[in-house]
Protein backbone atom coordinates (compact mmCIF):
# COMPACT_ATOMS: atom_id res chain seq x y z
CA UNK A 1 0.00 0.00 0.00
CA UNK A 2 1.52 3.15 -1.39
CA UNK A 3 1.10 5.66 1.72
CA UNK A 4 1.16 9.40 0.81
CA UNK A 5 0.99 12.79 2.76
CA UNK A 6 -1.24 15.26 0.98
CA UNK A 7 -0.78 18.98 2.69
CA UNK A 8 -3.56 21.25 1.52
CA UNK A 9 -6.02 18.76 1.14
CA UNK A 10 -9.34 20.32 2.60
CA UNK A 11 -8.91 23.13 -0.39
CA UNK A 12 -9.97 23.49 -3.65
CA UNK A 13 -7.30 21.22 -5.76
CA UNK A 14 -6.43 19.40 -2.49
CA UNK A 15 -10.01 18.31 -1.84
CA UNK A 16 -10.38 16.96 -5.53
CA UNK A 17 -7.33 14.94 -5.69
CA UNK A 18 -7.98 13.24 -2.52
CA UNK A 19 -11.70 12.43 -3.46
CA UNK A 20 -10.29 11.30 -7.04
CA UNK A 21 -7.52 8.60 -5.25
CA UNK A 22 -9.63 7.66 -2.59
CA UNK A 23 -12.88 6.97 -4.95
CA UNK A 24 -10.32 5.14 -7.76
CA UNK A 25 -7.17 3.08 -5.91
CA UNK A 26 -7.55 1.56 -3.13
CA UNK A 27 -4.47 0.38 -2.65
CA UNK A 28 -3.02 4.14 -1.38
CA UNK A 29 -3.61 5.40 2.21
CA UNK A 30 -3.66 9.22 2.52
CA UNK A 31 -2.79 11.81 5.53
CA UNK A 32 -4.44 14.74 4.55
CA UNK A 33 -2.15 17.34 6.85
CA UNK A 34 -4.59 20.78 6.57
CA UNK A 35 -4.32 24.00 8.56
CA UNK A 36 -7.75 24.38 7.74
CA UNK A 37 -7.14 28.13 6.76
CA UNK A 38 -10.58 29.85 5.30
CA UNK A 39 -9.88 28.40 2.29
CA UNK A 40 -9.75 24.66 3.80
CA UNK A 41 -12.97 23.16 3.92
CA UNK A 42 -13.64 19.85 5.79
CA UNK A 43 -17.45 19.48 4.06
CA UNK A 44 -15.58 18.81 0.30
CA UNK A 45 -14.51 15.82 2.19
CA UNK A 46 -17.46 14.77 4.04
CA UNK A 47 -18.38 11.35 2.59
CA UNK A 48 -14.54 10.03 2.71
CA UNK A 49 -14.09 11.12 6.34
CA UNK A 50 -14.44 7.20 7.96
CA UNK A 51 -13.15 5.83 4.87
CA UNK A 52 -10.37 3.39 6.22
CA UNK A 53 -7.69 4.64 3.70
CA UNK A 54 -8.16 8.13 4.80
CA UNK A 55 -6.82 9.97 8.04
CA UNK A 56 -7.33 13.62 8.22
CA UNK A 57 -4.83 16.08 11.20
CA UNK A 58 -5.40 19.83 11.52
CA UNK A 59 -1.88 21.30 11.54
CA UNK A 60 0.60 23.69 10.16
CA UNK A 61 3.09 22.40 7.35
CA UNK A 62 5.32 24.95 9.15
CA UNK A 63 5.23 23.12 12.51
CA UNK A 64 8.68 20.71 12.34
CA UNK A 65 7.61 18.61 14.86
CA UNK A 66 4.23 17.69 13.86
CA UNK A 67 5.52 16.65 9.93
CA UNK A 68 8.38 14.90 11.31
CA UNK A 69 5.48 12.86 13.32
CA UNK A 70 3.51 12.14 10.94
CA UNK A 71 5.76 10.97 8.62
CA UNK A 72 7.48 8.61 11.14
CA UNK A 73 3.98 7.47 12.43
CA UNK A 74 2.64 6.84 8.86
CA UNK A 75 5.53 5.85 7.01
CA UNK A 76 5.19 8.35 4.68
CA UNK A 77 6.82 7.02 1.36
CA UNK A 78 5.84 10.24 -1.05
CA UNK A 79 4.20 13.82 -0.29
CA UNK A 80 2.25 15.63 -2.82
CA UNK A 81 2.23 19.58 -1.50
CA UNK A 82 -0.88 21.73 -2.39
CA UNK A 83 -1.14 23.55 0.98
CA UNK A 84 -0.71 27.20 -0.16
CA UNK A 85 -1.60 30.85 0.04
CA UNK A 86 -3.48 30.81 -3.14
CA UNK A 87 -5.29 33.68 -3.61
CA UNK A 88 -3.26 36.69 -5.98
CA UNK A 89 -5.43 39.89 -4.08
CA UNK A 90 -5.09 38.61 -0.99
CA UNK A 91 -1.34 38.68 -1.66
CA UNK A 92 -1.40 42.08 -2.85
CA UNK A 93 -2.83 43.36 0.43
CA UNK A 94 -1.25 40.43 2.96
CA UNK A 95 2.15 38.95 1.39
CA UNK A 96 3.76 37.77 4.66
CA UNK A 97 1.55 34.72 5.02
CA UNK A 98 2.27 34.13 1.36
CA UNK A 99 5.72 33.93 2.63
CA UNK A 100 5.31 31.77 5.67
CA UNK A 101 3.32 29.07 3.98
CA UNK A 102 4.57 28.97 0.54
CA UNK A 103 8.12 29.58 1.05
CA UNK A 104 8.68 28.57 4.92
CA UNK A 105 6.09 25.34 5.18
CA UNK A 106 7.84 24.20 1.89
CA UNK A 107 11.10 24.09 3.37
CA UNK A 108 9.89 22.43 6.42
CA UNK A 109 8.44 19.60 4.31
CA UNK A 110 11.45 19.14 2.02
CA UNK A 111 13.63 19.41 5.28
CA UNK A 112 11.47 16.20 6.80
CA UNK A 113 11.43 14.44 2.69
CA UNK A 114 15.08 14.59 2.85
CA UNK A 115 16.10 13.23 6.31
CA UNK A 116 13.43 10.11 5.40
CA UNK A 117 15.24 9.82 1.86
CA UNK A 118 11.26 9.63 0.69
CA UNK A 119 10.56 8.11 -3.10
CA UNK A 120 8.79 10.84 -4.16
CA UNK A 121 8.20 14.70 -3.48
CA UNK A 122 5.36 16.65 -5.42
CA UNK A 123 5.45 20.50 -5.33
CA UNK A 124 2.21 21.49 -7.05
CA UNK A 125 3.24 24.92 -8.62
CA UNK A 126 2.01 26.77 -10.96
CA UNK A 127 2.45 28.92 -14.50
CA UNK A 128 2.14 31.81 -13.18
CA UNK A 129 5.98 31.85 -11.74
CA UNK A 130 6.47 32.10 -15.12
CA UNK A 131 5.50 35.72 -15.28
CA UNK A 132 2.96 37.27 -17.84
CA UNK A 133 2.74 36.64 -21.85
CA UNK A 134 1.74 39.28 -24.82
CA UNK A 135 -1.68 38.77 -26.03
CA UNK A 136 -0.50 38.37 -29.47
CA UNK A 137 1.33 34.95 -28.81
CA UNK A 138 3.73 32.09 -27.76
CA UNK A 139 2.93 29.79 -24.99
CA UNK A 140 4.94 28.74 -21.44
CA UNK A 141 7.25 26.35 -21.59
CA UNK A 142 8.99 24.11 -18.99
CA UNK A 143 12.15 26.08 -20.12
CA UNK A 144 10.69 29.33 -19.83
CA UNK A 145 12.41 31.46 -17.42
CA UNK A 146 11.23 31.74 -13.99
CA UNK A 147 9.46 35.16 -13.80
CA UNK A 148 7.59 35.95 -11.35
CA UNK A 149 5.29 39.47 -10.66
CA UNK A 150 3.20 39.34 -7.84
CA UNK A 151 4.04 38.31 -4.09
CA UNK A 152 2.04 34.97 -4.34
CA UNK A 153 3.91 33.55 -8.06
CA UNK A 154 7.34 35.20 -6.23
CA UNK A 155 6.51 33.20 -3.14
CA UNK A 156 5.70 29.75 -5.74
CA UNK A 157 8.97 30.09 -7.17
CA UNK A 158 10.63 30.72 -4.59
CA UNK A 159 9.54 26.87 -3.20
CA UNK A 160 10.18 25.38 -6.79
CA UNK A 161 13.57 26.65 -6.43
CA UNK A 162 14.08 25.28 -2.90
CA UNK A 163 12.46 22.33 -4.49
CA UNK A 164 15.08 21.83 -6.75
CA UNK A 165 17.95 22.92 -4.70
CA UNK A 166 17.00 20.18 -2.36
CA UNK A 167 17.11 17.61 -5.53
CA UNK A 168 20.62 18.87 -6.63
CA UNK A 169 22.36 19.08 -3.44
CA UNK A 170 20.68 15.68 -1.54
CA UNK A 171 19.10 13.98 -4.51
CA UNK A 172 16.17 14.81 -2.96
CA UNK A 173 13.31 13.10 -5.37
CA UNK A 174 11.16 15.45 -6.66
CA UNK A 175 8.71 16.55 -9.41
CA UNK A 176 7.11 19.99 -10.07
CA UNK A 177 3.84 20.38 -12.20
CA UNK A 178 2.67 23.60 -12.81
CA UNK A 179 -0.93 24.37 -13.84
CA UNK A 180 -2.55 26.64 -15.55
CA UNK A 181 -5.95 28.07 -13.99
CA UNK A 182 -8.08 25.55 -12.37
CA UNK A 183 -12.22 26.07 -12.56
CA UNK A 184 -15.08 23.10 -10.74
CA UNK A 185 -16.72 21.87 -8.00
CA UNK A 186 -15.51 23.03 -4.54
CA UNK A 187 -13.85 26.52 -5.50
CA UNK A 188 -13.54 28.58 -3.15
CA UNK A 189 -15.83 32.11 -4.31
CA UNK A 190 -12.90 34.65 -4.17
CA UNK A 191 -11.59 32.96 -7.53
CA UNK A 192 -13.23 34.33 -10.89
CA UNK A 193 -15.16 31.57 -11.97
CA UNK A 194 -17.25 30.74 -8.57
CA UNK A 195 -17.39 34.55 -7.55
CA UNK A 196 -19.01 35.21 -11.10
CA UNK A 197 -21.59 32.52 -10.24
CA UNK A 198 -22.55 33.12 -7.05
CA UNK A 199 -22.86 37.01 -7.77
CA UNK A 200 -24.97 36.19 -10.88
CA UNK A 201 -26.93 34.19 -8.97
CA UNK A 202 -27.77 36.77 -6.44
CA UNK A 203 -28.14 39.19 -9.04
CA UNK A 204 -24.98 41.29 -7.99
CA UNK A 205 -22.68 43.16 -9.88
CA UNK A 206 -19.99 40.83 -11.60
CA UNK A 207 -17.05 42.76 -11.17
CA UNK A 208 -14.54 42.78 -14.37
CA UNK A 209 -10.84 44.06 -13.86
CA UNK A 210 -9.92 46.26 -15.79
CA UNK A 211 -10.76 45.73 -19.53
CA UNK A 212 -11.29 42.08 -18.95
CA UNK A 213 -9.56 41.39 -21.84
CA UNK A 214 -6.97 39.47 -19.73
CA UNK A 215 -6.78 35.69 -20.91
CA UNK A 216 -6.04 32.91 -18.78
CA UNK A 217 -5.49 28.59 -19.72
CA UNK A 218 -8.60 27.27 -18.07
CA UNK A 219 -8.46 23.50 -16.93
CA UNK A 220 -11.32 21.66 -14.74
CA UNK A 221 -9.55 20.40 -12.16
CA UNK A 222 -10.59 16.55 -12.06
CA UNK A 223 -8.10 16.73 -15.47
CA UNK A 224 -5.35 18.48 -13.39
CA UNK A 225 -5.64 15.68 -10.34
CA UNK A 226 -5.27 12.81 -13.23
CA UNK A 227 -2.30 15.13 -14.63
CA UNK A 228 -0.54 15.11 -10.96
CA UNK A 229 -1.20 11.10 -10.17
CA UNK A 230 0.66 10.78 -13.19
CA UNK A 231 3.44 12.27 -12.41
CA UNK A 232 3.51 11.05 -8.47
CA UNK A 233 3.44 7.62 -10.04
CA UNK A 234 5.26 7.69 -13.76
CA UNK A 235 7.49 10.69 -14.29
CA UNK A 236 11.18 10.44 -13.60
CA UNK A 237 12.47 12.09 -10.74
CA UNK A 238 13.89 15.79 -10.93
CA UNK A 239 11.44 16.50 -13.82
CA UNK A 240 9.23 19.42 -14.10
CA UNK A 241 5.80 19.71 -16.17
CA UNK A 242 3.33 22.21 -17.55
CA UNK A 243 -0.59 21.41 -17.11
CA UNK A 244 -2.81 22.99 -19.19
CA UNK A 245 -6.12 22.53 -21.26
CA UNK A 246 -5.39 24.71 -24.12
CA UNK A 247 -8.74 26.61 -23.54
CA UNK A 248 -7.37 30.26 -23.17
CA UNK A 249 -10.73 32.55 -22.87
CA UNK A 250 -10.69 36.18 -22.01
CA UNK A 251 -12.78 36.59 -18.73
CA UNK A 252 -15.08 38.86 -20.52
CA UNK A 253 -15.35 35.62 -22.51
CA UNK A 254 -15.78 33.13 -19.14
CA UNK A 255 -18.34 35.76 -17.63
CA UNK A 256 -20.34 36.00 -20.67
CA UNK A 257 -20.74 31.98 -20.66
CA UNK A 258 -21.88 31.93 -16.98
CA UNK A 259 -24.46 34.82 -17.80
CA UNK A 260 -26.24 32.81 -20.23
CA UNK A 261 -25.87 29.48 -18.58
CA UNK A 262 -28.00 31.18 -15.68
CA UNK A 263 -30.12 33.19 -17.81
CA UNK A 264 -29.20 36.64 -16.52
CA UNK A 265 -28.53 39.64 -18.36
CA UNK A 266 -25.14 41.24 -19.32
CA UNK A 267 -25.97 44.52 -17.53
CA UNK A 268 -24.86 42.84 -13.87
CA UNK A 269 -20.67 43.38 -15.93
CA UNK A 270 -19.34 46.11 -13.75
CA UNK A 271 -15.87 46.94 -15.06
CA UNK A 272 -14.27 47.95 -12.21
CA UNK A 273 -10.29 49.32 -11.31
CA UNK A 274 -7.78 46.81 -12.07
CA UNK A 275 -5.24 44.00 -10.16
CA UNK A 276 -1.67 45.75 -9.34
CA UNK A 277 0.50 44.15 -11.69
CA UNK A 278 -2.63 42.36 -13.26
CA UNK A 279 -0.45 39.43 -15.35
CA UNK A 280 -1.51 39.76 -19.09
CA UNK A 281 -2.21 36.36 -20.72
CA UNK A 282 -1.44 32.94 -19.41
CA UNK A 283 -1.12 29.65 -21.65
CA UNK A 284 0.53 26.23 -21.23
CA UNK A 285 2.68 24.59 -23.68
CA UNK A 286 1.87 20.56 -21.94
CA UNK A 287 3.58 18.90 -24.77
CA UNK A 288 5.44 17.02 -22.47
CA UNK A 289 3.32 16.25 -20.11
CA UNK A 290 1.11 14.44 -23.51
CA UNK A 291 3.90 12.95 -24.91
CA UNK A 292 5.69 11.73 -22.01
CA UNK A 293 3.17 10.64 -19.92
CA UNK A 294 0.39 9.81 -21.84
CA UNK A 295 -2.18 12.26 -19.92
CA UNK A 296 -5.16 14.27 -21.42
CA UNK A 297 -7.60 16.14 -20.42
CA UNK A 298 -11.31 14.32 -20.51
CA UNK A 299 -13.23 17.58 -21.03
CA UNK A 300 -13.36 20.70 -22.82
CA UNK A 301 -13.87 23.92 -21.63
CA UNK A 302 -17.34 24.33 -22.85
CA UNK A 303 -18.28 20.95 -21.38
CA UNK A 304 -16.23 21.74 -18.08
CA UNK A 305 -17.77 24.81 -17.30
CA UNK A 306 -21.36 23.54 -17.70
CA UNK A 307 -20.97 21.02 -14.98
CA UNK A 308 -19.33 23.70 -12.75
CA UNK A 309 -22.30 25.80 -13.21
CA UNK A 310 -24.73 22.80 -12.60
CA UNK A 311 -22.72 21.86 -9.59
CA UNK A 312 -22.66 25.02 -8.12
CA UNK A 313 -26.60 25.39 -8.86
CA UNK A 314 -26.70 21.67 -6.98
CA UNK A 315 -25.06 22.74 -4.13
CA UNK A 316 -26.21 26.08 -3.20
CA UNK A 317 -25.62 24.97 0.50
CA UNK A 318 -21.99 24.64 0.24
CA UNK A 319 -21.89 27.71 -1.01
CA UNK A 320 -24.33 29.45 1.36
CA UNK A 321 -22.00 27.80 4.23
CA UNK A 322 -19.13 30.36 2.88
CA UNK A 323 -20.63 33.55 2.37
CA UNK A 324 -22.25 33.35 5.39
CA UNK A 325 -19.13 33.60 7.07
CA UNK A 326 -15.74 35.99 7.09
CA UNK A 327 -16.47 35.94 3.44
CA UNK A 328 -18.95 38.51 2.91
CA UNK A 329 -16.54 41.23 4.97
CA UNK A 330 -14.02 40.05 2.75
CA UNK A 331 -15.87 40.40 -0.69
CA UNK A 332 -17.23 44.34 0.32
CA UNK A 333 -13.51 45.15 1.23
CA UNK A 334 -12.05 43.78 -2.29
CA UNK A 335 -15.00 45.45 -3.80
CA UNK A 336 -15.31 48.91 -2.17
CA UNK A 337 -11.39 49.09 -3.07
CA UNK A 338 -12.39 48.57 -6.66
CA UNK A 339 -14.73 51.96 -7.16
P1 LIG B 1 -6.83 26.68 -1.85
O1 LIG B 1 -6.53 28.05 -1.36
O2 LIG B 1 -8.21 26.34 -2.27
O3 LIG B 1 -6.40 25.60 -0.75
C1 LIG B 1 -5.22 25.70 -0.01
C2 LIG B 1 -5.32 24.72 1.15
O4 LIG B 1 -4.08 24.78 1.87
C3 LIG B 1 -6.42 25.04 2.14
O5 LIG B 1 -7.12 23.87 2.49
C4 LIG B 1 -5.69 25.62 3.34
O6 LIG B 1 -6.35 25.40 4.57
C5 LIG B 1 -4.37 24.87 3.26
N1 LIG B 1 -3.26 25.57 3.92
C6 LIG B 1 -2.92 26.88 3.78
N2 LIG B 1 -1.86 27.17 4.55
C7 LIG B 1 -1.50 26.01 5.17
C8 LIG B 1 -0.48 25.67 6.08
N3 LIG B 1 0.42 26.58 6.52
N4 LIG B 1 -0.41 24.39 6.51
C9 LIG B 1 -1.31 23.46 6.10
N5 LIG B 1 -2.30 23.73 5.25
C10 LIG B 1 -2.40 25.00 4.78
O7 LIG B 1 -5.80 26.43 -3.03
P2 LIG B 1 -5.99 25.63 -4.40
O8 LIG B 1 -6.58 26.52 -5.41
O9 LIG B 1 -6.60 24.32 -4.11
O10 LIG B 1 -4.45 25.43 -4.80
C11 LIG B 1 -3.72 24.29 -4.32
C12 LIG B 1 -2.30 24.38 -4.85
O11 LIG B 1 -2.31 24.41 -6.27
C13 LIG B 1 -1.56 25.64 -4.41
O12 LIG B 1 -0.24 25.28 -4.10
C14 LIG B 1 -1.62 26.55 -5.63
O13 LIG B 1 -0.49 27.38 -5.67
C15 LIG B 1 -1.60 25.54 -6.75
N6 LIG B 1 -2.27 25.94 -8.00
C16 LIG B 1 -3.55 26.42 -7.98
C17 LIG B 1 -4.19 26.72 -9.18
C18 LIG B 1 -5.61 27.24 -9.21
O14 LIG B 1 -6.09 27.61 -10.29
N7 LIG B 1 -6.34 27.26 -8.11
C19 LIG B 1 -3.51 26.53 -10.40
C20 LIG B 1 -2.21 26.05 -10.37
C21 LIG B 1 -1.60 25.74 -9.18
O1 LIG C 1 -2.65 30.41 -13.27
C1 LIG C 1 -2.75 29.65 -12.11
C2 LIG C 1 -3.24 30.51 -10.97
O2 LIG C 1 -4.61 30.78 -11.21
C3 LIG C 1 -3.05 29.86 -9.60
O3 LIG C 1 -1.68 29.69 -9.36
C4 LIG C 1 -3.68 30.72 -8.51
O4 LIG C 1 -3.59 30.04 -7.27
C5 LIG C 1 -5.14 30.95 -8.85
O5 LIG C 1 -5.72 31.80 -7.89
C6 LIG C 1 -5.28 31.56 -10.24
O6 LIG C 1 -4.78 32.91 -10.26
P1 LIG C 1 -5.54 34.10 -11.06
O7 LIG C 1 -5.15 35.37 -10.46
O8 LIG C 1 -5.40 33.92 -12.52
O9 LIG C 1 -7.06 33.71 -10.68
P2 LIG C 1 -8.34 34.59 -10.25
O10 LIG C 1 -9.51 33.67 -10.21
O11 LIG C 1 -8.06 35.42 -9.05
O12 LIG C 1 -8.50 35.58 -11.48
C7 LIG C 1 -8.69 35.10 -12.80
C8 LIG C 1 -8.80 36.29 -13.72
O13 LIG C 1 -10.02 37.00 -13.42
C9 LIG C 1 -7.69 37.31 -13.53
O14 LIG C 1 -7.38 37.90 -14.79
C10 LIG C 1 -8.30 38.37 -12.61
C11 LIG C 1 -9.76 38.36 -13.02
N1 LIG C 1 -10.73 38.70 -11.98
C12 LIG C 1 -10.66 38.04 -10.80
C13 LIG C 1 -11.57 38.30 -9.79
C14 LIG C 1 -11.47 37.59 -8.46
C15 LIG C 1 -11.75 39.61 -12.23
O15 LIG C 1 -11.81 40.21 -13.32
N2 LIG C 1 -12.65 39.88 -11.24
C16 LIG C 1 -12.61 39.27 -10.02
O16 LIG C 1 -13.47 39.56 -9.14
Not at 85 to 113: C, M, Q, W, Y
Not at 122 to 137: A, N, P, R
Not at 205 to 213: Q, T
Not at 226 to 250: F, H, M, R
Amino acid sequence: MKKILVTGGAGFIGSNFVQMVLSEYHDCFLVNLDKLTYAGNLENLSSFADNPNYKFIKGDICDSKLVCDIMDEYKIEAIVNFAAESHVDRSITGPKIFIDTNVNGTLTLLEAARDRDIERFVQISTDEVYGSLELSGGQFTEDTPISPNSPYSASKAASDHLVKAFGHTWGLKYNITRCSNNYGQYQFPEKMIPLMINNALNDKELPVYGDGLYVRDWLYVYDHCTAIWKVLTDAEPGQIYNIGGCNEKSNLEVVDIILKRLGKPKSLIKHVKDRPGHDRRYAIDATKIITELGWKPSVTFEQGIIKTIDWYLENTKWLENIVSGDYQKYYQQMYDARQ
